[in-house]
C-alpha cells in the first residue's frame, strides 16, 4: 500500500525550492541593460562588436585599440556592472598602451539571454576568441585578463580553460557556498546551485597572477583573496587595496596599476 503525500504539501515543497532558486539568482546577478557611458564620453575611438557564445546566443562587447599595442587586456566586470560603467578604467588600461576589450555577460547590456554560471563562462570564451582573432589568430595571443568581484570567478575558469598572458583578480570570492555562508550562516549552502568555485580551479592556473584585495572589504571578505592567493601555484603576487568594494582600485592604490603593468608588460614574476 502506498503512501499519499497531501497535494498541498508538494505545492509548498515545490513553491520553496522555485523561491530559492529565485532568491539565489537575483542575490548573485543584477543585470541592467541601460549603458550610462561609451568609450567616446572619454575620448577613446571604439568599435562595436556583436559576438556568439557556443549555444548560440549573441553578445556585444567594445573592442578599444590602442596606437602599436601588442597587448590586450579583457576586462570582466561585476555583477551589477555592464560595459557602460568600466568607461574610466577602459581609458586608464588603454592609457598604458594596451587594447582593451570590455564585454557583457548575457542578459545585460546589449547581451542577450540570461546570465548563469555556464553562460558567463561560455561567454568568457567567446570573448576570448574575439580577442585571439584580433591578434590575427595565434593560439596564444598575448591577453591579460581582469576580473572583478564575480567577474573574477569568470576569469578564473577562462584563465583555467586559455592561455593567458596574466591573471588579476580585484576583490574576488573564493566560491559562491563559502560567500553565502558569510552572509546567510544558517542557511543549508550545499544546496546552492551556482557554485563558481575559484578555490578549487585556481591551483590549475598557469600564468602569471596579481590578487588584489581590501581589508576594508564590506562584502566579499579580505581572507577569501588571501585564500585564493594561496590556493594558487605562482607565479603570483598579492597587493592589499585601501576601501570598501564598490570604491577600491588604482585610484585609491596607486601601486595596484603599476602591478598590473610589471605583470603583463615585464618578464613572468618570481
Known amino acids: 500500500m502506498g503512501i499519499a503525500i497531501p497535494i498541498g ?6 513553491a520553496l525550492w522555485g523561491y530559492a532558486r529565485w532568491f539565489e539568482w537575483h542575490s548573485l ?40 599595442a601588442t597587448r590586450t587586456v579583457l576586462y570582466c566586470h561585476g555583477n551589477g556592472d555592464n560595459v557602460g560603467d568600466l568607461v574610466d578604467d577602459a581609458a586608464v588600461l588603454h592609457g598604458r598602451g594596451w587594447n582593451v576589450f570590455l564585454w557583457d555577460y548575457r542578459g545585460y547590456g546589449r547581451s542577450r539571454g540570461r546570465a548563469s554560471e555556464k553562460g558567463t563562462y561560455r561567454d568568457a570564451c567567446a570573448a576570448y576568441e574575439v580577442v585571439r582573432v584580433r ?5 596564444n595571443p ?27 583578480l580585484e576583490s574576488t570570492f573564493t566560491s559562491v557556498p563559502d560567500l553565502s555562508r558569510v552572509f546567510y ?42 585564500a585564493l ?18 570604491d577600491v582600485g588604482w585610484l585609491r592604490t596607486p601601486a ?11 618578464p613572468p614574476l618570481k
Open 185 to 226: 550562516p544558517r542557511l543549508p549552502t550545499r544546496w546552492i546551485k551556482y557554485r563558481y568555485p575559484s578555490i578549487d580551479r585556481i591551483g590549475d592556473v598557469r600564468a602569471p597572477l596579481l590578487v588584489a584585495h581590501s581589508p576594508d572589504d564590506e562584502v566579499i571578505p579580505f581572507a577569501q583573496g588571501r
Open 29 to 68: 546577478y543584477h543585470p541592467r541593460a541601460e549603458r550610462l557611458r561609451t568609450p567616446r564620453d572619454a575620448g577613446l575611438d571604439y568599435e562595436d562588436i556583436a559576438f556568439v557564445a557556443e549555444d548560440a546566443v549573441l553578445l556585444h562587447g567594445w573592442w578599444i585599440p590602442a596606437p602599436g
Open 256 to 266: 595596484y596599476l603599476d602591478a598590473i603593468a610589471d605583470l603583463i608588460e615585464g
Open 142 to 168: 598575448p591577453v591579460a585578463v581582469i576580473g572583478r568581484s564575480l567577474g573574477g570567478a569568470v576569469a578564473v575558469r577562462l584563465a583555467q580553460l586559455k592561455p593567458v598572458r596574466a591573471l588579476v
Open 229 to 246: 592567493f594561496e590556493a594558487a601555484r605562482g607565479p603570483k603576487r598579492f597587493v592589499q587595496l585601501a576601501g570598501p568594494h564598490e
Open 135 to 139: 591578434h590575427d589568430g595565434v593560439e
Open 9 to 14: 504539501l508538494v505545492a509548498a515543497g515545490a
